[in-house]
C-alpha cells in the first residue's frame, strides 16, 4: 500500500545522510513502530513517508501513486483522504475549539460538515475527551491535546496513520488508551505507522524498526 523505493535524505547543515537508499512496504492491517534514539532519524522517515518532505532521491508510492511527483493540490487532497500525519508538536488554531479544530481543515465543496462532526465527535468519544470539544486548545492538557490532535487525523478514516510521538510524555493511562485505539483501527484494515520512544509500542505493533543514530536507515527493511 504504502512503499519507499530507494529513498535518500541528508541533513543539510552536516551533510549526514539519515536515509540511505532505503526501501520499505507498510501494508494494510499492519502496525509498525520506528523505535531509536533522538536524533537518529525517526522524524526525517515519518516526514518523507508521509509526503510532508521530499527525499533527495528514490520515490514514496501511495496505493501506486508517486506523492513526490504530485501537484500541491493532489497532494493535498491525499492528506486529506488517505494520509493522516500527527507531528510531534500540536498545531490548533487558539480561537477555535476543539471540534472547530478537527473539522474545520477537512470542509470543501464537496464534504458533509454534518458527517464530520459527528465522525470527530465519535473519535473524541473513544479517546475519552468528547466533553471537551467545546473548549480551547490553551484549556486542555498535552495528553489531551494529544488525542485531539489524533482524533483530526482520523477524521477522514484514511487508509495510513502516521504519527509522531503520538504517547511521549503521556502517563500510562493515557497512552495505553491511544495505543488501544490505534490498534483497534489496524483491526479494521487500516494501517498505522508511528515513531516512539515508548517501549509500550513493542506490546501493540506487528513490527518493530529499530534505528541507531549513528547508522540511520540503510537498504531495506526487514
Known amino acids: 500500500m504504502l512503499t519507499a523505493q530507494k529513498i535518500s535524505k541528508s541533513y543539510k547543515n552536516n551533510r549526514r545522510k539519515i536515509l540511505d537508499s532505503y526501501e520499505i512496504t507498510i501494508e494494510e492491517g499492519e502496525f509498525v513502530a520506528v523505535m531509536g534514539e533522538s536524533g537518529s532519524g525517526k522524524s526525517t ?11 533527495d532521491e528514490g520515490q514514496v508510492l501511495l ?3 508517486n506523492l513526490n511527483s504530485m501537484s500541491d493540490e493532489e497532494l493535498s ?12 508538536s500540536n498545531f490548533f488554531l487558539k480561537n477555535y475549539t476543539i471540534l472547530e479544530n478537527i473539522v474545520e481543515p477537512f470542509l470543501g465543496a464537496d464534504d458533509d460538515e454534518t458527517i464530520l462532526i459527528d465522525n470527530a465527535k465519535r473519535h473524541l468519544e473513544r479517546l475519552g475527551i468528547a466533553d471537551l470539544s467545546d473548549r480551547f486548545p490553551h484549556e486542555l492538557s498535552g495528553g489531551e491535546q494529544k488525542r485531539a490532535a489524533l482524533a483530526r487525523a482520523l477524521l ?17 493511562e493515557t497512552g495505553g488508551i491511544i495505543l488501544s485505539y490505534l490498534s ?4 479494521a484494515g487500516h494501517a498505522v505507522l508511528v515513531a516512539t520512544h515508548d517501549d509500550h509500542v513493542r506490546d501493540y505493533a506487528d513490527r518493530i524498526i529499530d534505528i541507531k543514530k549513528e547508522t540511520g536507515l540503510h537498504g531495506v527493511s526487514s
Not at 45 to 55: C, E, H, R, T, Y
Not at 77 to 88: A, F, L
Open 77 to 88: 487532497e491525499i492528506h486529506r483522504k488517505k494520509i493522516g500525519y500527527v507531528p510531534q
Open 184 to 187: 483497534e483501527y489496524v483491526r
Open 156 to 172: 477522514t478514516e484514511p487508509v495510513i496513520l502516521i504519527a509522531d510521538e503520538p504517547t511521549t510524555g503521556l502517563d500510562t
Open 45 to 55: 522517515l515519518l516526514a518523507v513517508l508521509a509526503g510532508i518532505l521530499d527525499p
Open 63 to 65: 496505493e501506486g501513486r
